[in-house]
């Protein structure tokens, strides 16, 4: 039976993980995708700054310091909800914290599943390396890991995630993966 009622999903995941995968894959199947990251990226690029992972990360520290830590989901949230007055399933690529996770389930009005991709810390790392947009080094990975643990809550998302997904394979066995756990959601017949 195919889903009728409205939900967002959010891929929650450690960088490299797979989550941007599993939300691209989506988009490429018809759904909505908002990519949380890309309200970080349109502010570097307002401000006149170079997309590098340390603009990144200052503008991202920035926009927290200055409005909250819940600013990225709450800048988020108006194409969230107009998202949803279109289409019944929306994805939401890299939800942060706990405190986003809170407000988005308090504001959206409709059922949020938490999807976490886990993959080992060490091929997660591998991948940082040697993907070609905005690749990290491991020292830049491990720093980019306690920063999103220790500043932006990370870990309680993943921690209360509905489901798992492990992504230690090939990007097709995850997609296999994610299509298994859609059917069992009832997204898919």
Known sequence: MAQSAKMAIAFVGMPGSGKSVCAEYMAQQGFYKYRFGQIVVDEVHHRGLSLTPLNERMVREDIRNGEGINAIAQRALPHLQTALQAHDVIIIDGLY?????????????????????????????????????????????????????????????????????????????????????????????
């Open 97 to 189: 914290g706990f405190g986003e996770y809170k407000l988005l389930q308090s504001t959206l009005g409709v059922p949020l599943v938490l999807i976490a991709v886990f993959t080992s810390r060490h091929l997660r790392y591998q991948r940082l390396a040697s993907r070609t947009e905005r690749p990290l080094t491991n020292e830049e990975a491990r720093t980019r890991d306690y920063r999103e643990i220790e500043n932006l809550e990370k870990g309680g998302p993943i921690a209360i995630a509905d489901y798992t997904i492990l992504n230690d394979d090939t990007r097709e066995e995850l997609i296999e993966r994610l299509e298994q756990l859609l059917e069992r959601i009832g997204i898919r017949s």
